[in-house]
């Protein structure tokens, strides 16, 4: 069973291993390894200050899943630039744990007035968004705070307000 609630700083360090979980273990067919090393930097002092900054930000939606009293996943949201930044799940017994996390940042930005949210997905995860429903914009490189640039996939999700 997943349990889905709000970051809080005291989670930085566990969602920076997380990701770099996440991303050794899910992204090493589609990235040569100076991209993954890039990428998946760890847990470093800045990273975790930056992402304590986040989770502080009152204009983004910071969210972690639990499986079994462990963090397994997260997800980052901000609703006024339309944006989704992240939705990392490291391997785990649980199934569905990035469809649970991206359903639940979604309502919460759509809640808190976004009216789509474009993401820059990672090459592995390219097929996991068009499952839930965003599209393909465009497909170039995202420059990573190191400077190395990745492919990417530019993506989206408008909020279908028939419902």
């Given at each position: 069973?997943?349990?889905?609630?709000p970051?809080?700083?005291?989670?930085?360090?566990?969602?920076?291993?997380?990701?770099?979980?996440?991303?050794?273990?899910?992204?090493?067919?589609?990235?040569?390894?100076?991209?993954?090393?890039?990428?998946?930097?760890?847990?470093?002092?800045?990273?975790?200050?930056?992402?304590?900054?986040?989770?502080?930000?009152?204009?983004?939606?910071?969210?972690?899943?639990?499986?079994?009293?462990?963090?397994?996943?997260?997800?980052?949201?901000?609703?006024?630039?339309?944006?989704?930044r992240?939705?990392?799940?490291?391997?785990?017994?649980?199934?569905?744990?990035?469809?649970?996390?991206?359903?639940?940042?979604?309502?919460?930005?759509f809640?808190?007035?976004?009216?789509?949210?474009?993401?820059?997905?990672?090459?592995?995860?390219?097929?996991?968004?068009?499952?839930?429903?965003?599209?393909?914009?465009?497909?170039?490189?995202?420059?990573?705070?190191?400077?190395?640039?990745?492919?990417?996939?530019?993506?989206?999700?408008?909020?279908?307000?028939?419902?």
């Amino acid at each position: 069973m997943v349990k889905i609630r709000p970051a809080t700083p005291a989670d930085a360090t566990a969602m920076l291993l997380v990701h770099r979980e996440a991303v050794l273990s899910k992204a090493a067919a589609h990235y040569a390894p100076a991209t993954l090393d890039a990428w998946a930097a760890g847990a470093t002092p800045d990273r975790i200050a930056r992402i304590e900054q986040r989770i502080a930000d009152p204009a983004s939606v910071v969210l972690v899943a639990e499986a079994a009293d462990e963090i397994v996943g997260y997800a980052i949201a901000v609703p006024s630039e339309n944006e989704l930044r992240a939705v990392y799940v490291k391997p785990n017994p649980t199934r569905h744990v990035g469809r649970a996390l991206l359903a639940e940042v979604e309502k919460r930005a759509f809640d808190r007035g976004a009216e789509s949210l474009a993401c820059s997905a990672s090459l592995n995860a390219e097929a996991f968004y068009k499952v839930n429903g965003y599209t393909e914009e465009s497909r170039g490189q995202h420059r990573m705070r190191t400077g190395e640039l990745m492919d990417c996939v530019f993506m989206r999700k408008t909020l279908d307000r028939s419902n």
